[in-house]
């Protein structure tokens, strides 16, 4: 029996097993298409949620919300409810027919985008909001399962490098795409259905983020995979062996989880807040920020990953196994440096420079993040490693959101205090991560070095 693994974010075994040896693999075409509609889909998957953060203040003005339902809204429903539906979804794609799991997760959010559209109360809003978070919580958990049988072995790296760059540019790029999306549903009521033209444009956005959904699954469920590809997925590795690891390698767990983890969040889960920030302090427009923001991150991201690639290639030299933790803790140190300055920015230009600038930090910090977890483990403990991680990840996240609400509602108010609250959770928080990293990184180099003698002396199968 042999143990499946994760390494980079694609399943592999440490040795070819028969069932990896046989099956013919989808032409090249067919799984470039593939992997393209995989990219699509990310980038649909986080359209709903970025007009949900881009059209705040009409939400909230036009069902009576508080900042604190707001964030519960973000927080909680979209993402905590997020953290804990990947475990079971997790189990689910190792065991159930993946291109069908993956197309009825598409119906889901869809069904649940137009339901959180049409809804009423605050209530409705929170339930839909879960129905989504629920629906796209799979395309973690499958992406890299599906990559892994649609291209043989010898493809799976440049398969995975795109795979990410489309994650995070996508992110931006949908950004771009729900101001556009919003500034149509507000001025083009005459080519819109009279059923349809008579709601508030936020509703129509979200509403017309979900038209593709139809094409997309069926498309889905077209994609080639590898012939004879299993379903059920042979778990490597035993539990006990999973807590010793943890046991002993306790303080850079701690280290690696809760630093890259309340960064994440800190500065992630706060910017959720952002393009409201925006309106109440500088009366900015929904469609203005959504298509500045995204063109502005996408560019600062792209450059930042640039930056990291040559960066890191200089300092390994210098600093070895080390160099993507140095790295990140530098880029958050100026994160924390550069977030309060918002606070004096007397316009606009000043905001989205400043806004470049730590786009461009944050992912050189967290873009480097997988390769610190992919050394911290031996290759049969690897995989559920990074998914603790990954969940660390979010669950702080579901709090940032939050907490940035309640500020605002209780602490700090006038058309700057939301800003104010968000530097203020983004400063603390990312400052608390730091310390969290430095104080694990004197473990790196023993739990790194363990982890590469593990592999080289091989795990029993």
């Given amino acids: ?4 693994d994760t390494e980079g974010g694609q399943e592999t075994d440490p040795a070819p097993s028969a069932s990896a040896a046989q099956g013919r693999y989808p032409s090249p075409l067919a799984a470039w ?10 980038l649909t998957a986080g359209l709903n949620q970025q007009i949900i953060y881009l059209v705040v203040e009409p939400l909230k003005e036009s069902l009576s919300l508080s900042d604190t339902q707001i964030g519960a809204l973000g927080g909680f429903a979209l993402t905590l409810v997020s953290a804990l539906a990947i475990l079971p979804l997790g189990w689910l794609v190792d065991r159930v027919n993946r291109l069908r799991l993956l197309a009825a997760c598409i119906a889901i959010w869809s069904a649940s985008t137009v339901g959180f559209a049409l809804a009423q109360s605050f209530e409705g809003l929170f339930g839909f909001a879960m129905g989504i978070a629920v629906g796209e919580a799979v395309l973690g958990p499958i992406m890299y399962s599906l990559i892994a049988d649609m291209f043989p072995r010898d493809k799976w790296v ?27 549903a507000g001025s083009g009521h005459s080519v819109l259905p009279p059923l349809i033209a008579q709601l508030d444009p936020w509703r129509i956005a979200l509403i017309l983020s979900t038209l593709t959904a139809p094409v997309l699954i069926i498309l889905t469920l077209m994609i080639r995979l590898r012939s004879g590809a299993t379903v059920k997925a042979q778990i490597g590795g035993t539990s006990q062996g ?11 767990l701690v280290g690696v989880f809760l630093g890259f983890g309340i960064v994440f969040a800190a500065n992630g889960g706060a910017a959720a807040w952002f393009p409201a920030a925006l309106q109440r302090g500088f009366g900015a427009k929904p469609t203005e920020i959504g298509v500045t923001m995204g063109i502005i991150g996408g560019c600062a991201a792209a450059f930042g990953v640039a930056a990291a690639a040559l960066l890191e290639r200089w300092l ?37 420079t400043l806004y470049a600038a730590k786009t461009f930090l944050l992912t050189v910090c967290l873009s480097l993040s997988p390769a610190v977890l992919q050394m911290l483990a031996p290759s049969h403990l690897r995989g559920r490693v990074i998914a603790v991680g990954g969940l660390i990840a ?39 991560g ?28």
């Fill in 316 to 352: 390994r030299r210098k600093v070895g196994d080390l160099t993507p933790m140095v790295m990140a803790q530098f880029a958050t140190a100026g994160t924390i440096l550069a977030t309060p300055v918002m606070l004096l920015a007397p316009d606009l230009t000043a905001i989205y």
């Fill in 1 to 4: 029996m042999t143990h499946p």
């Fill in 158 to 184: 440049r398969a995975n490098l795109i795979m990410y760059i489309a994650g995070r540019l996508g992110g931006f790029a949908s950004l771009a795409f729900a101001g556009t999306l919003i500034g149509f």
């Fill in 394 to 432: 979010i669950i702080f996240s579901s709090m940032a959101p939050l907490t940035v609400g309640m500020l605002s509602d209780t602490a700090f108010h006038g058309p700057k205090g939301l800003m104010t609250s968000i530097v203020v959770v983004s400063t603390g928080a990312s400052l608390i």
């Fill in 242 to 252: 999973l807590f010793i690891y943890f046991r002993a390698n306790v303080r850079a």
């Fill in 33 to 42: 298409l593939g992997l393209a509609l995989l990219c699509i889909l990310m």
């Fill in 434 to 461: 730091l310390l969290f990293m430095m104080f694990g990184a004197s473990s790196l180099p023993s739990t790194f070095q363990a982890a590469a003698a593990a592999d080289r002396e091989g795990v029993p199968t």
